[in-house]
């Protein structure tokens, strides 16, 4: 089965600490997104990456790193610079090439909270 | 800037129609996507719309006007299962790449 995975689904933390957070994708897709949803504000991004090897940064990246060594693999680390890490962290993957639309595929997502 | 404006909660009755409006202001328009997000999970495509005019999928329905910046989401024939929020979202080109700018989500609640 093609799909995206994240890993785990809940997330304890202590503040002061770094944390990653796992996606894989099996889709074949060269971009792969981080996103974070807060309570009424949608969805604002994170990271993003168009192919292995590169990845720029979305509207609210500070506090966070990413590295995409593989086409499958985007792991997000939430460091101890965030002021406000605990929310629900989803990873969506989509084409970038061919025939669109492009919509993203997104993970369950993984509820981190940081006491 | 970009930004992208919905209402935040809407009611609606069993069986009846419902259309879900989305305004936006931004540059390097590429399309337009509606997904659905059921509370707790992840949000799942509905539709896109890149030219002006209407889509149709099944009970769902999306209509673009460029000039306008505007779309709406129209949902026929509700069930209570269509209880969930419904996100716009818009595609933008930038130096290098694209990005999807997601608005904060209409919130549907379909009563009996």
């Known amino acids: 089965d093609g799909g995206i995975t994240q890993s785990p689904k809940y997330l304890f933390r202590k503040e002061g600490q770094n944390v990653t957070l796992s996606c894989e994708q099996n889709?074949?897709?060269?971009?792969m997104y981080w996103y974070r949803q807060d309570p009424g504000q949608g969805l604002r991004l994170i990271y993003y990456?168009?192919?292995?090897?590169?990845?720029q940064k979305g509207d609210i990246a500070e506090g966070y790193s990413v590295s995409r060594e593989k086409k499958e693999s985007f792991p997000l680390t939430v460091t101890s610079a965030q002021k406000n890490p605990t929310a629900f962290y989803l990873c969506a993957s989509s084409r970038s090439t061919g025939k669109s639309p492009y919509e993203q595929y997104f993970g369950p997502g993984t509820r981190l909270t940081v006491t | 800037g970009q930004n992208i404006d919905q209402p935040t909660e809407m009611t609606a009755t069993e069986g009846a129609i419902v259309q879900i409006n989305c305004t936006y202001q931004t540059s390097g328009f590429n399309g337009l996507f509606w997904y659905q997000q059921h509370a707790g999970e992840a949000p799942t495509f509905l539709s896109y719309n890149v030219l002006d005019g209407l889509e149709e999928k099944g009970r769902f329905s999306s209509f673009l006007s460029r000039s306008k910046g505007y779309s709406y989401l129209l949902l026929k024939e509700l069930q209570m299962k269509d209880s969930a929020s419904y996100l716009c979202a818009v595609r933008v080109g930038l130096t290098g790449g694209f990005k999807t700018i997601f608005g904060a989500g209409t919130r549907l609640f379909v009563k009996a």
């Open positions: 990456s168009q192919i292995v090897n590169d990845f």
């Open positions: 889709l074949n897709h060269d971009a």
